[in-house]
């Protein structure tokens, strides 16, 4: 079972930054990828960015396109999603979850097994 641990959401002004990590409780396997998703209140999951744990591959979603940079390193298995230029329609709670390499599409939920359980993220205006 993989755990996953975010941490580094809060408050920001318009243009600000924030940098999320999302901690693995295991080794991720290098056949796993791991994403970050997003949820606004009466809205549906949406996809923000994904990276292969065996290369760095990287995918983003066109919302954040530009502004937000995902990444791995640390000692445990980190991953890390650079938040700049943040807009207030960027408020939402951030969701990391990782999964294993398949057929489904990784914009999709189905794509993931396991899920964390969020960290806020409010940009004001």
């Known amino acids: 079972q993989v755990q996953l641990d975010e941490s580094g959401g809060g408050t920001v002004h318009t243009g600000g930054s924030l940098r999320l990590s999302c901690a693995a409780s295991?080794?991720?396997?290098?056949?796993?990828?791991v994403a970050w998703f997003r949820q606004a209140p009466g809205k549906e999951r949406e996809f923000v960015a994904v990276i292969w744990w065996d290369r760095d591959t990287t995918r983003y979603g066109d919302s954040v396109k530009g502004r937000f940079t995902i990444s791995r390193g640390g000692a445990n298995n980190t991953v890390y999603l650079q938040m700049d230029s943040l807009k207030p329609e960027d408020t939402a709670v951030y969701i990391c979850?990782?999964?294993?390499?398949?057929?489904?599409?990784?914009?999709?939920?189905?794509?993931?097994?396991?899920w964390g359980r969020g960290t806020q993220v409010t940009v004001s205006s």
């Open positions: 979850a990782s999964g294993p390499i398949s057929t489904v599409s990784v914009t999709s939920t189905r794509a993931y097994s396991y």
């Open positions: 295991r080794y991720a396997s290098r056949f796993y990828k």
